[in-house]
């Protein structure tokens, strides 16, 4: 469990802006994808942010286009998870498919700041702060298999291994 | 309790009885992906399997950046030829053909009752023709190539009642804007949304696909009509395998049932930044603008370049408007020739270009600066899609954009008729 800083952004935030479509088919490398992360939305953000901070959105986080590099950005850039009053469905697929935790928590994603220092226990579903804590379902087991392998391509690699 | 379509096929896939909040683990009928296959490639060879598991369930099409504009998708795209040839894949669409969606659609890939699984977000279209539909990612794509196997949701259902009939001059798009601005853009999120109701059943399939396409802008995993006669028979000569229609039962269960009178509909905009923030033309007529965007996977077929074309015939293009055309594919291009669509643009001062994505996504063909405004035929106009973050996008149906391409401002398509 690593304490991280709050990005807090609100309703809508689409994957335009988290991952411009210019770069959808220039920028191939995940380090490169992670300098033009919300370049957007909010231009400090790619410079400022460290591993292990976090994103706190309102509703419908990752609407638009399936481009799933809008996952990779964020999970290279360090973020180490994203928490929102709702996520679009293929979003949350692809944010689970890349290793980075996106989680539903109404409550958490009114009362928690922007720059609030928070901690997130995912085995228990905890988002902590220094007032509060905050619950959220835990995911099922083939979904933590999959963060744990660090997303679908790892696990699934794995999965054929033991299959070969 | 009845069942609904969506755990009627997904239940057929899974081979047994489920239903809505079930997860089960399927096998697509056919598997789509365009530009982005260079990147779904990179993840494949990271799975360390030699070969596609089904080659025969791939549809590979060109479209987003077509023909290349840089090294870079030029690359992209020779990637993609060497490893549709050393995979043996039989359906590969290069870049004179068109949109995905048209030509998925043109091919026979869309056909009722199929599971159809896309990277792309607007895979929700193949709905129109009452196929089960939904996008997702790089990855799951990459994994289904090597496994043929996937984890579906098995979706709750809305059921949206479309009464009333389109007066002159209002069209699927109109009634697709006014829905997604009433309901939000995130009300059927991670739901199927099935359209029913006697305007469904009297909309061609060219416009049954603008439903289907923007089900995608509610958050909708898929949208649905029910196949018909209609269907049947776009389906003869072009479908590539057998099919059978699956329709909801009258006692399934909803998650919940809209109902929405199109009577009096006027013609709807979507204005700037989000695709529900719709208002009827009247509120924003006189909206100056400096591109015009006719085409895209919404609505880029003959369907809407005939009523374009219809509105711009011996008029001029306004001189501050620079106006694209864009026809989804290669298929429609050809017929809007041979009946003197293309003419008619061309002589209006249009600019009519290749088939394909165009500056939709903001990639190339139409780049907006600061400071100018689009209006467009397309499904999204999020902040800086088609170019600068300081420009604007409205979107509109054919008629609206081709009636304010006279203008020079947003105008209503009616007084045009």
Same mark, same amino acid.
């Given at each position: 469990?690593?304490?991280?800083?709050?990005w807090?952004?609100?309703?809508?935030?689409?994957?335009?802006?988290?991952?411009?479509?210019?770069?959808?088919?220039?920028?191939?490398?995940p380090e490169?994808?992670?300098?033009?992360?919300?370049?957007?939305?909010?231009?400090?953000?790619?410079?400022?942010?460290?591993?292990?901070?976090?994103?706190?959105?309102?509703?419908?986080?990752?609407? &638009?286009?399936?481009? $799933?590099?809008?996952a990779?950005?964020? %999970?290279?850039?360090?973020?180490?998870? /994203?928490?929102?009053? @709702?996520?679009?469905?293929?979003?949350?697929?692809?944010?689970i498919?890349?290793?980075?935790?996106?989680?539903?928590?109404?409550e958490?994603?009114?009362?928690?700041?922007? &720059?609030?220092?928070? $901690?997130?226990d995912?085995?228990?579903? %905890?988002i902590?702060?220094?007032?509060e /804590?905050?619950?959220? @379902?835990?995911?099922?087991?083939?979904?933590?298999?999959?963060?744990?392998?660090?997303?679908?391509?790892?696990?699934?690699?794995?999965?054929?291994?033991g299959?070969? | 309790?009845?069942?609904?379509?969506?755990?009627?096929?997904?239940?057929l896939?899974?081979?047994?009885?489920?239903q809505?909040?079930?997860?089960?683990?399927?096998?697509?009928?056919?598997?789509?992906?365009?530009?982005?296959s260079?990147?779904?490639?990179?993840?494949?060879?990271?799975?360390?399997?030699?070969?596609?598991?089904?080659?025969?369930?791939?549809?590979?099409?060109?479209?987003?950046?077509?023909?290349?504009?840089?090294?870079?998708?030029?690359?992209?795209?020779?990637?993609?030829?060497?490893?549709?040839?050393?995979?043996?894949?039989?359906?590969?669409f290069?870049?004179?053909?068109?949109?995905?969606?048209?030509?998925?659609?043109e091919n026979?890939?869309?056909?009722?009752?199929?599971?159809?699984?896309?990277?792309?977000?607007h895979?929700?279209?193949?709905?129109?023709?009452?196929a089960?539909?939904?996008?997702?990612?790089?990855?799951?794509?990459?994994?289904?190539?090597?496994?043929?196997?996937?984890?579906?949701?098995v979706?709750?259902?809305?059921?949206?009642?479309?009464?009333?009939?389109?007066?002159?001059?209002?069209?699927?798009?109109?009634?697709?804007?006014?829905?997604?601005?009433d309901?939000?853009?995130?009300?059927?999120?991670?739901?199927?949304?099935?359209?029913?109701?006697?305007?469904?059943?009297?909309?061609s399939?060219?416009?049954?696909?603008?439903?289907a396409?923007?089900?995608?802008?509610?958050?909708?995993?898929?949208?649905y009509?029910?196949?018909d006669?209609?269907?049947?028979?776009?389906?003869?000569n072009?479908?590539?395998?057998?099919?059978?229609?699956?329709?909801?039962?009258?006692?399934?269960?909803?998650?919940?049932?809209?109902?929405?009178?199109?009577?009096?509909?006027?013609?709807?905009?979507?204005?700037?930044?989000?695709?529900?923030?719709?208002?009827?033309?009247?509120?924003?007529?006189?909206?100056?603008?400096?591109?015009?965007?006719?085409?895209?996977?919404?609505?880029?077929?003959?369907?809407?370049?005939?009523?374009?074309?219809?509105?711009l015939?011996?008029?001029?293009?306004?001189?501050?408007?620079?106006?694209?055309?864009?026809?989804?594919?290669?298929?429609?291009?050809?017929q809007?020739?041979?009946?003197?669509?293309?003419?008619?643009?061309?002589?209006?001062?249009?600019?009519?270009?290749?088939?394909?994505?165009?500056?939709?996504?903001?990639?190339?063909?139409g780049?907006?600066?600061?400071?100018?405004?689009?209006?467009?035929?397309?499904?999204?106009?999020?902040?800086?899609?088609?170019?600068?973050?300081?420009?604007?996008?409205?979107?509109?149906?054919?008629?609206?954009?081709?009636?304010?391409?006279?203008e020079?401002?947003?105008?209503?398509?009616?007084?045009?008729?």
């Amino acid at each position: 469990m690593k304490k991280g800083r709050v990005w807090k952004y609100g309703d809508d935030v689409n994957t335009d802006v988290i991952f411009p479509g210019k770069y959808t088919y220039s920028v191939l490398e995940p380090e490169e994808m992670a300098r033009h992360a919300l370049e957007d939305l909010d231009p400090g953000f790619a410079q400022q942010v460290k591993p292990g901070d976090v994103i706190v959105a309102g509703r419908n986080f990752g609407c &638009g286009s399936s481009r $799933e590099q809008a996952a990779t950005c964020l %999970k290279y850039a360090g973020v180490q998870a /994203v928490i929102a009053k @709702s996520f679009a469905r293929i979003f949350f697929r692809n944010a689970i498919n890349q290793g980075l935790p996106a989680l539903q928590s109404e409550e958490a994603a009114d009362s928690i700041e922007n &720059g609030e220092e928070i $901690e997130i226990d995912f085995a228990s579903g %905890k988002i902590k702060t220094e007032k509060e /804590v905050f619950t959220f @379902s835990p995911f099922p087991e083939s979904v933590l298999g999959i963060l744990k392998e660090g997303g679908l391509i790892p696990y699934t690699r794995k999965k054929l291994e033991g299959i070969e | 309790m009845g069942k609904t379509f969506s755990e009627k096929i997904l239940g057929l896939k899974a081979g047994r009885d489920v239903q809505a909040g079930d997860v089960v683990t399927v096998s697509p009928d056919t598997i789509l992906s365009h530009d982005n296959s260079a990147a779904i490639i990179k993840e494949f060879e990271k799975l360390g399997v030699k070969n596609v598991k089904a080659p025969q369930k791939l549809v590979i099409i060109l479209d987003h950046v077509v023909p290349a504009s840089s090294e870079k998708y030029a690359a992209n795209h020779k990637t993609i030829r060497g490893f549709v040839a050393e995979q043996k894949i039989p359906n590969f669409f290069d870049v004179p053909e068109g949109i995905c969606h048209q030509v998925f659609s043109e091919n026979g890939f869309a056909l009722p009752g199929k599971l159809i699984l896309g990277a792309d977000s607007h895979t929700t279209s193949y709905g129109a023709f009452g196929a089960f539909s939904a996008g997702i990612g790089r990855s799951e794509v990459a994994c289904l190539w090597a496994t043929d196997e996937i984890w579906l949701k098995v979706p709750e259902t809305i059921k949206i009642e479309i009464k009333g009939k389109l007066s002159p001059g209002v069209y699927a798009k109109d009634v697709i804007l006014k829905i997604i601005g009433d309901e939000g853009a995130d009300r059927a999120n991670y739901k199927a949304v099935e359209f029913v109701g006697e305007a469904v059943r009297g909309f061609s399939l060219a416009s049954r696909l603008v439903l289907a396409n923007m089900a995608a802008e509610m958050g909708a995993k898929n949208g649905y009509c029910e196949p018909d006669e209609k269907t049947v028979q776009w389906l003869e000569n072009r479908a590539k395998d057998d099919y059978s229609g699956v329709t909801s039962d009258p006692d399934a269960s909803y998650e919940a049932v809209l109902e929405h009178d199109i009577s009096s509909l006027e013609p709807q905009v979507a204005c700037p930044h989000t695709v529900d923030n719709v208002k009827p033309i009247s509120e924003v007529e006189g909206t100056i603008f400096h591109q015009a965007l006719i085409g895209t996977c919404t609505n880029g077929r003959l369907e809407d370049l005939e009523v374009a074309a219809g509105i711009l015939k011996g008029k001029k293009v306004h001189p501050q408007v620079r106006a694209l055309i864009i026809p989804a594919s290669r298929q429609e291009y050809v017929q809007a020739l041979k009946k003197g669509v293309i003419e008619i643009f061309a002589d209006a001062g249009c600019i009519v270009l290749n088939p394909g994505c165009g500056p939709c996504l903001g990639a190339h063909q139409g780049i907006l600066a600061p400071g100018e405004v689009a209006l467009s035929t397309a499904n999204r106009n999020f902040r800086g899609r088609m170019g600068s973050w300081d420009s604007e996008i409205y979107l509109a149906s054919p008629a609206t954009v081709a009636a304010s391409s006279v203008e020079g401002k947003i105008a209503d398509p009616r007084r045009f008729l």
